[in-house]
């Protein structure tokens, strides 16, 4: 149970197999663990290797980028077999974060969320991207530890940001992938009191490096969060 792709942006859902994401009922929802907490996928992103390709097209068609679209009424579909799988999660969540983003298909990921765990929505609006000055900070207690590859991203991404104004939002696109699980993009800008939730649910559409979700999950834990999890519309890519 899988996608393909007519005229190169049509997203179609196909029951007849598993190239490019896995939707199949039986196969989903699958977990992993990000700095020791619990992250739960909703689909499971593969790259096809026959044809070159990965399951983005989904994701970019259900954000609406990148002129992908969907085969009339398979959007639906796909999304009613998302229901069913995030059903299948065990829950004890009582609160939901959505990370911050521009697009507004994470809110209706959310919504996804609370209909099925019928949980708090929480306000993200104290949540902000980090700045130059603040990545800096960060990435200076780690760099100690990095060597090869990694030492040398990091100092060239260190140089980068110290040219920059300290007030300026750092942008991920612009973190080589070797060091971007040592960068957190985004930060407290207000103080929150989550101390009142026994566990909360972050939820992003895409994992990716998980610096997003992994930031926003230890934000709501240095804000009193007693547990925290997470989880990802689409996981990690996995080659085939």
Known sequence: MGIN????????????????????LAKNPTRATLSGKTVH??????????H???GNPLIYALKGLRAYTFKEGHREI???RARAIIR?????????????SSNAFNDEFGELLRGAFKLDLIA????????????????ELTISALKGGKLRAAENQLRIWRSLPEGTDISMKRVDNKIRTYVNPIAAREQADLSVYEHVLVAD????????????????????AKNVSGICFMSRLKVR
Not at 125 to 138: M, Q
């Open 5 to 24: 792709l007519l005229d190169g942006k049509i997203v179609e859902h196909d029951d007849g197999h598993s190239r490019k994401v896995v939707t199949d």
């Open 205 to 224: 559409d895409l994992m990716t490096s998980g610096a997003t979700l992994n930031s926003t999950m230890l934000a709501c834990e240095r804000s009193g």
């Open 41 to 50: 996928y909703v689909l499971r992103r593969v790259q096809d290797r026959d």
């Open 88 to 100: 299948k999660i065990e829950s004890d969540f009582d609160g939901l974060i959505i990370c911050p």
């Open 124 to 139: 993200s609006d104290w949540l902000g991207k980090a700045t130059v000055k603040e990545a800096i900070a960060e990435l």
């Open 78 to 80: 796909v999304l009613d």
């Open 52 to 54: 070159g390709d990965d």
